[in-house]
């Protein structure tokens, strides 16, 4: 015997958050999970046609403290769902009870005429390290960040450890051999050491994965290997920390540092 239906109430409204939020997600619209990368997905221009949350109020509420600019336009995008309906979208639901959708954006990475260096990853691994690189290379003001691999540099993970980031900087993956032309610097332990070393504003700034560093490709095209200075018998920093120290490097040398 079939059985019968669900109840309605237990499907999505066919004009619904949910049914919509499924429905963008299929066309590919990035996915902002929490406050802190909706607010700076909108900072940067991002077109968000959909966002939810499961405690409204509490979200104007965090936006009044930490970001009145945004105030008037949260107001009208928020959509209030159901806790349950939230955790039904979201596989991690975030503290701040808020996710969101937003267009990818039209940004390019700049093939010439950089004024900032740009950071490539070669074949990173740790999705959580990948967008703290994104977070940092946005608050320096670096050019961009391009990622060699098959990891997404995009991927859910990635733009919620960058608190959604990826809109202050074009964000892209490309083969080593698709990198744009310009000076090109690879971090590893055995290059001559960094602080000898001025970095031009159109350099690309290389820095090998997490486990297995700088790939032969990578390695090969690089115009020079450059390490950071470090304490005798510590094997190694976080990517994210190496990253870093770099782009200081970079803007210590900039007129008025």
């Known amino acids: 015997m079939t059985p019968p239906p ?19 997600a299929a066309d590919g619209l990035v996915h902002l999970d929490g406050f802190h990368a909706l607010k700076h997905a909108l900072r940067f221009g991002a077109d968000v046609p959909l966002a939810v949350t499961s405690d409204r109020g509490g979200v104007l509420a965090l936006a009044g403290e930490l970001a009145p600019d945004l105030g008037a336009r949260l107001e009208p995008l928020l959509t209030a769902v159901e806790p349950a309906v939230l955790a039904g979208l979201v596989p991690r639901p975030h503290p701040t009870a808020v996710a969101a959708l937003a267009v990818p954006p039209a940004s390019t990475v700049p093939e010439t005429g950089r004024t900032a260096p740009l950071v490539v990853l070669d074949n ?18 670096a ?8 990891v ?19 964000v892209a993956r490309r083969q080593v051999d698709e990198l744009p032309d310009g000076p ?21 700034l290389a820095f090998g994965s997490e486990r297995h560093g700088l790939g032969p490709e990578l390695r ?29 490097h970079w803007l210590a040398q900039r007129p008025g540092s």
């Open 143 to 150: 050019a961009g960040v391009l990622t060699t691999g098959t």
């Open 124 to 141: 990173p691994r740790h999705l959580g390290n990948t967008g703290a690189v994104i977070r940092l290379a946005a608050g320096t003001g």
């Open 6 to 24: 669900a109840p309605a109430r237990h499907r999505p409204e066919p004009d619904g958050p949910a049914a919509r939020w499924h429905r963008l």
């Open 184 to 204: 090109l610097y690879a971090l590893d332990p055995e290059g001559a050491d960094i602080r000898d070393l001025r970095i031009e504003d159109d350099a690309l």
């Open 152 to 170: 997404d540099p995009w991927h859910p993970s990635v733009v919620r450890a960058a608190a959604g980031l990826h809109y202050a900087l074009p």
């Open 220 to 248: 090969a095209r690089a115009d020079r290997l450059v390490s950071l200075p470090m304490r005798p018998q510590v094997s190694s920093y976080n990517l994210a920390t190496s990253v870093s120290m770099t782009l200081y």
